[in-house]
């Protein structure tokens, strides 16, 4: 079947990798994509959230499949958008309609649902332009750190973990009255800080059945040892070692049933992937955020590890039959470092040409922020190239990657590397 991919990232490029090993794809297309799908399928030169352009590539390419990366398509409606035209609703659309993406779309939705579940996440309370005063009031009440984040989408960097109050006050002033986070930041959930330790777990669903991907651990902060401003993801480790069997399966019973359940009892038929980012405490699992996506560069290590075919895993979920999924893993460990520009996620420089990725034999390189420019790969985003390796260990895979990072080569590259010490 010829097959649609949506997205431009690391994880979009790990997913076209994973499609191509299946003798299901006949032909695959990216859009937008970047430089390094365009090495292995056809990009198409159109916003993922242009769902004109979608529409008219699926009918003149005889798409069967569109597989949606990012959550901006899925929460501005296009699986939505299909289901509505003719035309277009023979083609399967991997991914959560409009109303099911909210989990993302919407911080304030997505707690309200968490408490109607009964899903153990932090206590918060929900404020805007029109009640303020009383957010300013919660605030000076609140106990230290205080975890502000901005209800919208926000590119991975609307949520602010603040050490003083003032610090908290001026944060949420800048969000509710200036605009901070534009539109994303018109309603803001004020939480509770959970101390613990943070990990993701991944669900692929059909709304009723479900089946797990393995656990990730992503490390968010650009600094080593987890300091600096948050960016869209350093890197990564899969599996995490702390989340054996028994915490997997109070995830599965207190986090992932109540939520399947009770989005069907609301009427809300979720169907696609899960991202369930939580914090362990005292070994119990506590819901930081859904995401109606995988994630990235969760995505980078989860999938390598996948021995399934992937394109069988996509038909499971459109046709209903997630639950008849066996679903195998590979027993070593993969650890992915994430190339960023120099600058990021603060103001950094594209264009800058990038060499020495061709020259990696031992680990895998998913590219992220790239783009061909005449004969030459050059950086088109803050973060650059993903590396991700396996080993025995954390250890041994962490170290490839690190190897092979070494090897590429642009002005002002920057990586951490210290990713995965903390679990060894």
């Known amino acids: 079947m010829n097959i649609l991919l949506l997205g431009s990232g690391g994880r979009e490029h790990t997913f076209a990798w994973k499609i191509l090993q299946s003798n299901l794809c006949t032909t695959l297309f990216v859009a937008p994509g970047n430089a390094g799908t365009a090495a292995i399928a056809t990009n198409l030169n159109f916003s993922d959230t242009d769902f004109v352009s979608i529409r008219n590539a699926c009918l003149n390419y005889a798409i069967q499949m569109v597989v949606v990366g990012a959550e901006n398509p899925l929460v501005n409606g296009i699986v939505d958008f299909f289901a509505q035209d003719s035309s277009l609703q023979h083609i399967a659309v991997i991914g959560p309609n409009k109303e099911a993406a909210q989990l993302e779309g919407s911080k304030d939705f997505s707690k309200k649902i968490m408490l109607e579940c009964g899903i153990p996440t932090a206590t918060y309370a929900t404020f805007t332009k029109e009640n303020f005063e009383n957010g300013i009031a919660y605030i000076e009440n609140h106990s230290l750190p205080i975890v502000l984040?901005?209800?919208?989408?926000?590119?991975?960097?609307?949520?602010?973990?603040?050490?003083?109050?003032?610090?908290?006050?001026?944060?949420?002033?800048?969000?509710?009255?200036?605009?901070?986070?534009?539109?994303?930041?018109?309603?803001?959930?004020?939480?509770?800080?959970?101390?613990?330790?943070?990990?993701?777990?991944?669900?692929?669903?059909?709304?009723?059945?479900?089946?797990?991907?393995?656990?990730?651990?992503?490390?968010?902060?650009?600094?080593?040892?987890?300091?600096?401003?948050n960016t869209g993801g350093m890197g990564a480790i899969s599996p995490v070692p702390f989340a054996n069997e028994a915490f997997i399966k109070k995830v599965e019973s207190r986090v992932v049933v109540p939520l399947l359940d009770g989005l069907q009892k609301n009427g809300i038929n979720y169907k696609g992937f899960l991202f369930v980012g939580l914090m362990m405490m005292h070994d119990d699992p506590f819901v930081i955020e859904f995401n109606c996506r995988m994630g990235d560069p969760e995505t980078e290590v989860v999938l390598p590890r996948l021995k399934n075919d992937i394109v069988t895993v996509f038909q499971a979920i459109a046709n209903n039959t997630v639950g008849e999924l066996n679903l195998e893993f590979d027993a070593d460990t993969a650890a992915t470092v994430f190339l960023v520009s120099g600058g990021y996620p603060g103001d950094f420089e594209k264009g800058l040409v990038i060499t020495g990725y061709n020259d990696i034999k031992e680990s895998l390189v998913f590219h992220a922020g790239t783009k061909a420019n005449n004969d030459s790969v050059v950086t088109n985003g803050g973060r650059v190239m993903a590396i991700t390796s396996f080993g025995k260990n954390i250890n041994e895979a962490v170290l490839k990657s690190l190897d092979a990072a070494k090897k590429i080569n642009y002005v002002g590259k920057y990586y951490r590397t210290d990713i995965g010490l903390d679990l060894m």
């Open 149 to 229: 984040k901005a209800d919208g989408l926000a590119a991975g960097k609307g949520v602010l973990i603040c050490t003083s109050h003032d610090e908290a006050l001026n944060e949420f002033t800048e969000m509710l009255q200036h605009q901070k986070f534009g539109d994303a930041g018109t309603t803001v959930v004020v939480e509770e800080f959970l101390d613990g330790i943070e990990l993701s777990v991944f669900v692929v669903t059909d709304g009723i059945n479900y089946k797990l991907l393995p656990s990730a651990k992503d490390y968010k902060r650009i600094g080593e040892k987890d300091t600096g401003l």
